[in-house]
C-alpha cells in the first residue's frame, strides 16, 4: 500500500509540467552559454585585428621606435611571423565553432570544396599567373602547398566566402544567380584593401609585374571576382543555403568587418586613400545591392 495515498492521477500530472519546463529553461541556459561562447569568439577576432593595427601604427610605421629599443625590434619581428598566422587561425576557429554549434558537420562538404577550389585558384596563379596575374608568397605565412600556396590561404576564402555568400543569400533568398554575382562583389570587396595592406605595406605576397593599384594588376580583381563566383557557385550547388538559413547574419556581418579592420586599417594608416576609397565605394555597392539587413536576425535570431 502507498505511504503517499494522496498522491493521484493529478499529482503525476502535475509533475509533468515541471519537469518540461526544467527541461526548457536547461536548453535555454545552454542556448545562451553557447551564444556568449560565439560572441566571445567573434571579439576575440576583433581584438587581434585592433592590436595588429596599433602595433602596425605604432611601430610598423616608425621604424625610428624599434631602432631605440631592440627589445622591441625583436617582438615585432616576432609578431611580423606570427600574429598573420594566428589571426587566419583565430578567425577560422571562431567561424568553425559557430558552425559546429549551430549545424553540426553539415557545413563540412562546403568547407571543403571552398577550400579545394580556392587552392586549385591560387596554384594557378602563383605557377601559370592566372587568374589573377603572376605573383608569389613569401614565407610569411608558413608552409606551403607544393611549395607556393601557404596551407593557411584556403581558410582566408572560405571564412571570407561565406558571410558573402550569406549577405547575398539575405537579399536574394529565391534567386540562385543573383546571389552567385553579388556574394562574389561582397568577397571582391576585401580584397581591395587587402592586397595593397599584404603585398605593399608588408610583404607577405609578391607581384611578378608592376600593376596600377598599388603594384597590383586589374587583371587580379578578374581573378578575384572569377574565382568568387566559383567559391559561390559551389555553396549553391551543394544547396549551403538549407544550413546557412540558422546561421545569425549579424554575426556574420560583424565577423566580415572583424577581417576588414585590420586591411582597411592599415591601408589608412599608410596613406593609401586610394585603397580606402575604392573599399568604401565598393561596400557602398554592396549595401545599394543588397539593401538593409532584416530587424529578425539583425539581432542573431
Same mark, same amino acid.
Given at each position: ?94 567561424? !568553425? ?177 586610394? !585603397?580606402?576609397? !575604392? ?16 530587424? !529578425? ?5
Amino acid at each position: 500500500m502507498s505511504r503517499h495515498p494522496h498522491i493521484g492521477i493529478a499529482g503525476v500530472a502535475s509533475v509533468a509540467p515541471s519537469t518540461e519546463k526544467a527541461k526548457h529553461l536547461a536548453q535555454q541556459l545552454q542556448s545562451e552559454r553557447g551564444q556568449s561562447t560565439e560572441r566571445v569568439g567573434l571579439a576575440l577576432v576583433y581584438v587581434v585585428s585592433a592590436l595588429s593595427l596599433v602595433g602596425f601604427v605604432w611601430f610598423g610605421l616608425h621604424p625610428d621606435r624599434l631602432a631605440a629599443a631592440p627589445s622591441a625590434a625583436a617582438v615585432y619581428g616576432w609578431m611580423l611571423l606570427w600574429a598573420p598566422r594566428a589571426q587566419i587561425l583565430l578567425a577560422f576557429g571562431a567561424l !568553425a565553432l559557430l558552425l559546429t554549434r549551430r549545424t553540426s558537420a553539415r557545413w563540412l562538404p562546403a568547407f571543403a570544396a571552398v577550400y579545394l577550389l580556392s587552392l586549385l585558384s591560387e596554384l594557378a596563379g602563383t605557377t601559370v599567373g592566372l587568374p589573377f596575374g603572376p605573383y608569389r608568397y613569401t614565407d610569411g605565412l608558413g608552409a606551403k602547398w607544393l611549395g607556393h600556396v601557404p596551407v593557411l590561404i584556403p581558410l582566408s576564402w572560405f571564412f571570407m566566402a561565406l558571410p558573402s555568400y550569406a549577405i547575398a543569400r539575405w537579399r536574394f533568398p529565391r534567386s540562385a544567380a543573383p546571389r552567385v554575382v553579388a556574394g562574389s562583389l561582397v568577397l571582391l570587396s576585401w580584397d581591395l584593401a587587402l592586397d595593397p595592406a599584404m603585398s605593399l605595406v608588408t610583404r607577405y605576397w609578391v607581384w611578378g609585374v608592376n600593376g596600377p593599384y598599388y603594384g597590383m594588376p586589374v587583371f587580379n580583381l578578374v581573378g578575384w571576382y572569377l574565382t568568387g563566383l566559383a567559391l559561390m557557385t559551389a555553396l549553391c550547388a551543394l544547396r549551403a543555403d538549407r544550413w546557412i538559413a540558422s546561421l545569425p547574419l549579424s554575426w556574420l556581418v560583424a565577423f566580415y568587418g572583424a577581417n576588414l579592420l585590420l586591411p582597411i586599417g592599415m591601408s589608412a594608416a599608410a596613406g593609401l586613400s586610394g !585603397a580606402v576609397a !575604392a573599399t568604401t565605394a565598393a561596400m557602398l555597392l554592396c549595401w545599394l545591392l543588397v539593401g538593409r539587413l532584416p530587424t !529578425a536576425e539583425a539581432r542573431g535570431q
